[in-house]
């Protein structure tokens, strides 16, 4: 056996585990009062706990869910210190993420191309898509649009959904539920300060009126200095022997406001982020801190939800959404005179979205819905700074809707069927119809087994289409079908099992042709895995969840496995309770093995731990955490993209994170 | 393309672990600890650790006539149809003490245990079992609480409803004056109000 770190932070764990199955002693009938437990609440808090949403678009039971679906909570972000929705979506089974020091890219189930813009899965706050028009990207790292303290959960619905949801929702859906009154103080203060000079502060004002509309107003601001870093592909006199300095710095302001009245909820979203490329990426003069860029995100949602006797419900909402992308890039012209470009993009877009939800009889749900966008504005521009001649300016706009219509039907007490389809229609490339069908059976108590069928496409997306260096403007939709198994058993004793065996076939992948140079629909590629879940809570509020992925991707066409997609991918997380709910240790390791970099290489396998000490209630309405990432300082690195020299691009060594948070 | 070694200092060899034998002894280990009596469900099942919340509420919220069922110092909760809310129920709500009875939870099998309930949770039931059902506890001050939306109008007394991703509940008063129960006026202040179905009406 060989005794790397790895396992001798699995050993450690094990031992702590076991000897806390020591410790434990089985208590009687006699129930606790559990800080989680919601006996303990006043009826009027109960109504406002909003239960599970999104596989279906309607409420549903997780178990009933025509999908694998994991739920991250409020807590769980607490008490693990998770700082980004990539924080929380590297938490669950089967996700990883890439982090090239400018952008966060989203892995899934051993599919993450270098540098693809996160246009393969489906981003949205409270149901609002937030993916954008023209990379069609939904941001998960520092960059992203809701801070993570106003997120109630997050659930991750695996598979594709576009029967439900159309372009983007290829590999999963991740539906972001913000919190609302009466679930936060009236008037709350956040900050925190973490290494490499991060400084971030929030405050949020939420107030419910008498028999009127309740509305929060949130307001975030995060800034990092960023690192000194070192890459050994520079080490040369002429670009500072490697080292980049003041050139790793970001911030993120962010805005949220939602208010409901009655069946309408009005919400308010934005946020402005800028990141210094430190690595030298696209061939600009290394250590020169003018290489960088800007994301604006932006969007207004009127939502309508009203719900008739009966189970028939009826949501409809109009939205305007804007997203804005600046990028510097200083180039050597030639060496030493340095000219700088700037790219912008601009995306600004309105939809409207509306469906239907009937119970036909007890044992049928029909639902059935469209959706519209005008794409008002696809601009981007493309031009020489220091004044010279405007080298591109195009603009565009487009449309595109869709219909779909899902039928769920409980034949009986063991066995549920859901069928659904919807068929897209785009301007830009015409029709795209997309069934989906799952069988799921509860032949024992407390078991489902779901077998699943579904397919999705994504459209290219305009950058792919018109703007990109690679620009195709035949490019067709991509396409996926996947199979799969889901089986989930909750034991006695509060134990929690989830296994799935997949298979995806994905044809028509849009990559760069070696002979054309263009973007083209070239790759077919075959997905297989198995996922196995094993969570437990204990009487005391001890918590452990364990979840292994297996998983090959391979290249039809070149019979390789993927570049940045990782065989074996594991995750623990346990939270030890001190006291009650006032202090606690939340520790977590996860393992990812090693990925191949595009020059053939591999980035090797690397576990990395992180540890949440949080105490609550201090003093009265006081919060702190002090998070430690990276624990044990493991030296690890993502592979890089086509516009990085690095390989491999080094990830953070051990930081550390000190919070507070008080509300009254 | 440059090609280099991975990132990584020289003092530390990467290796790819072994990890079969640690991940199956820790599996083990969580399926030994499995045998221990836990509080909750996960965070997936809010859903159902809600209406448990609920039931136990409804056992605060409302009077029982004072000789029902007899002798006994338990307050009982019958399951019937069980699915992940009787679960909640076992484990949030079993043992905690109402009116200075504790609660025992227990499933229910023949319409006489149903009658010997305080309160009747039906999870899920054909229609003509759960028509047999509610005959049969027709009368005996039995608080009947169904999962689905038409259970209240059909002749139980209460349901849940799920209202914009919300827990709502619905109070068939017609029912609960029948069985004799006196509903509190906070929990009707927050309930749906409904009625017995036109043409279902007893006749007394």
Redesign the interface.
């Known amino acids: 056996m060989n005794t790397s770190r790895m396992n001798r932070i699995v050993s450690c764990a094990r031992s702590v585990l076991l000897a806390l199955a020591c410790l434990l002693v089985p208590s009687g009938a006699e129930a606790q009062d559990l800080p989680e437990d919601l006996t303990q609440l006043p009826l009027e808090q109960l109504m406002a706990i909003d239960v599970v949403y999104g596989a279906s678009k309607h409420d549903q039971r997780t178990t009933e869910a025509p999908s694998s679906v994991s739920v991250v909570t409020a807590a769980d972000i607490e008490r693990y210190g998770y700082r980004t929705l990539a924080d929380v979506l590297r938490s669950v089974h089967g996700f990883y993420s890439t982090y090239d020091r400018n952008y966060t890219y989203v892995g899934i189930r051993g599919f993450s191309r270098p540098s693809d813009y996160n246009s393969r899965f489906l981003l949205l706050v409270d149901g609002h898509r937030v993916n954008d028009n023209f990379y069609g990207s939904g941001y998960i790292g520092p960059e992203g649009l809701i801070d993570l303290d106003l997120v109630d959960r997050v659930e991750v619905i695996r598979g594709p959904s576009s029967s439900l949801y159309g372009t983007s929702a290829f590999f999963a859906v991740v539906n972001v539920i913000t919190r609302m009154e009466p679930d936060v103080p009236r008037l709350q203060f956040s900050g925190l300060g973490a290494s490499y000079g991060t400084p971030a502060g929030r405050v949020t004002f939420a107030h419910a009126f008498e028999d009127g509309p309740k509305f929060l107003v949130s307001g975030s601001a995060f800034r990092s200095d960023g690192q000194r870093l070192f890459y050994k592909e520079y080490d040369d006199p002429l670009s500072n022997n490697g080292v980049t300095q003041h050139s790793d710095d970001e911030r993120n302001y962010r805005l949220f406001s939602t208010m409901t009245f009655r069946d309408f909820t009005v919400q308010l979203a934005a946020n402005s982020r800028e990141k210094g490329i430190p690595t030298g990426a696209y061939g600009t003069p290394f250590n020169d801190p003018g290489a960088r860029t800007v994301d604006d995100r932006s969007y207004l949602d009127v939502k309508y939800d009203h719900a008739f006797a009966g189970g028939t419900g009826v949501q409809a909402r109009v939205y305007v959404d804007r997203y804005y992308y600046r990028g510097d890039y200083p180039y050597y012209s030639p060496y030493p005179t340095i000219i700088r470009y700037r790219e912008h993009s601009w995306g600004d877009w309105w939809g409207t979205e509306a469906k239907v939800m009937m119970k036909a009889g007890t044992r049928q749900t029909v639902t059935a819905g469209m959706e519209f966008r005008d794409n008002l504005k696809q601009h981007f521009r493309w031009k020489n700074v220091d004044p010279g001649p405007l080298d591109f300016d195009s603009q565009r706009s487009s449309r595109e809707g869709g219909l779909y219509f899902q039928d769920e039907m409980k034949v009986s007490d063991q066995v549920a069927v859901s069928v659904g389809v919807r068929h897209d229609h785009y301007e830009t490339f015409g029709g795209s119809t997309h069934p989906r069908a799952a069988l799921i059976l509860m032949p024992f108590e407390r078991t489902a087994l779901k077998l699943l069928y579904g397919s999705a496409f994504r459209a290219p997306v305009v950058y792919e289409l018109y703007y990109g260096s690679h620009a195709n403007p035949d490019l067709k939709p991509e396409s996926i079908r996947t199979f799969e198994v889901v089986l989930e058993q909750y034991a006695l004793g509060n134990l929690r099992l989830t296994g799935s065996a997949y298979y995806y076939a994905i044809d028509d992948l849009v990559s760069v042709d070696t002979v054309s140079n263009l973007f083209e629909n070239i790759d077919e590629v075959t997905a297989k895995g198995v996922e196995l879940e094993v969570a437990k809570r204990f009487k005391n509020g001890f918590e452990v969840t364990y979840s292994s992925t297996l998983q090959e991707n391979r290249d039809q066409g070149t019979d390789r496995i993927l570049t940045n997609s990782p065989r074996h991918l594991a995750k623990l997380n346990a939270f030890f309770p001190i006291k009650r709910d006032k202090l606690g240790v939340g520790a977590e390791v996860q393992y990812t093995s090693r990925r191949l970099t595009l020059s053939g290489n591999d980035a090797p396998g690397f576990a990395v731990a992180n540890l949440t000490f949080l105490s609550r209630q201090l003093a009265k309405g006081l919060d702190l955490s002090a998070s430690v990432y990276n624990v044990f300082d493991k030296k690890y690195g993502d592979p890089g993209g086509p516009q990085h020299l690095q390989d491999v691009i080094e990830q953070d060594g051990r930081s550390f994170r000190l919070k507070f948070t008080w509300g009254f | 393309?440059?090609?280099?070694?991975?990132?990584?200092?020289s003092r530390?060899r990467?290796?790819?672990?072994?990890?079969g034998?640690?991940?199956v002894?820790?599996?083990l280990?969580?399926?030994?600890?499995?045998?221990?009596?836990?509080?909750?469900?996960?965070?997936?099942?809010?859903?159902?650790?809600?209406k448990?919340?609920?039931l136990?509420?409804f056992a605060r919220?409302v009077e029982w006539p004072p000789d029902t069922p007899s002798g006994e110092a338990s307050f009982v909760i019958g399951i019937l149809?069980?699915?992940?809310t009787s679960?909640a129920l076992e484990?949030?709500?079993?043992?905690?003490s109402v009116g200075g009875r504790t609660i025992r939870v227990r499933p229910v099998k023949t319409q006489e245990e149903a009658t010997q309930c305080h309160m009747l949770f039906v999870g899920?039931e054909?229609?003509d079992r759960l028509a047999r059902l509610l005959k049969a506890v027709r009368g005996s001050a039995v608080l009947t609480v169904g999962d689905?939306?038409?259970f209240a109008r059909e002749g139980g007394i209460v349901n849940f409803?799920?209202?914009?991703?919300?827990?709502?509940f619905a109070v068939n008063t017609d029912a609960a004056e029948r069985a004799g129960l006196k509903i509190s006026s906070?929990?009707l202040q927050?309930a749906i109000i409904v009625h017995d179905e036109q043409g279902r009406e007893e006749t007394k």
């Not at chain 2, 393309?1 to 200092?9: I, L």
């Not at chain 2, 409803?161 to 709502?168: A, E, F, G, I, L």
């Open positions: 393309m440059h090609q280099g070694e991975p990132t990584g200092s530390r990467f290796r790819v672990p072994s990890r034998p640690s991940s002894v820790l599996l280990a969580l399926f030994a600890l499995s045998s221990f009596p836990a509080a909750q469900e996960s965070s997936a099942d809010l859903e159902h650790q809600v448990a919340a609920f136990y509420n919220f149809g069980s699915d992940a679960l484990e949030t709500v079993q043992g905690k899920s054909t229609p689905s939306d038409t409803v799920m209202q914009d991703h919300h827990v709502r906070k929990l927050l």
